[in-house]
């Protein structure tokens, strides 16, 4: 089985990022969450905007936090600073995947995320289907 960077073993290749990152999309206090938006005259393709935040007003997001997306995008692996608190990556895709996110505190904490967009509540349909 292929590995991704980190030395992980995918274990479903249809959807590579699922079941390597905890399974939750909350964990310590962080949160990973997603919109998932049609892109205006395009029936095909969807705006997803991923971000990372914490669930602790008191214990801001610090740091830099790494998604690791679906391997048929060109970038798969992006690692993102935090901005005044929370860490936000946008792509566009034509179906769900699951969604890992390495979250690396500026004091050395680190904390896994994951998301699997096909859960998505308010996703549409065609997204979350494709």
């Known amino acids: 089985m292929p590995e991704l960077t980190d030395g992980k073993t995918i274990l479903h290749d ?44 008191s ?16 970038a798969p692996v992006v690692s993102v600073p935090v901005r005044q608190g929370s860490a936000i990556f946008s792509v566009v895709a034509f179906g769900a995947f699951t969604v890992g996110a390495k979250v690396e505190e500026s004091d050395g904490h680190t904390t896994e995320l994951e998301l699997d967009l096909s859960e998505l509540r308010d996703a549409p349909k065609r997204f979350v289907e494709s």
């Open 14 to 57: 249809e959807d590579p990022q699922r079941d390597l990152w905890g399974g939750t999309a909350v964990r310590n206090g962080r949160k990973l969450s997603a919109i998932v938006l049609s892109v205006p005259g395009d029936k095909k393709w969807f705006r997803v905007r991923l971000e990372v935040t914490s669930t602790v007003p």
């Open 59 to 74: 214990n801001p997001l610090t740091g830099k936090v790494t998604f690791y997306l679906h391997d048929s995008f060109d």
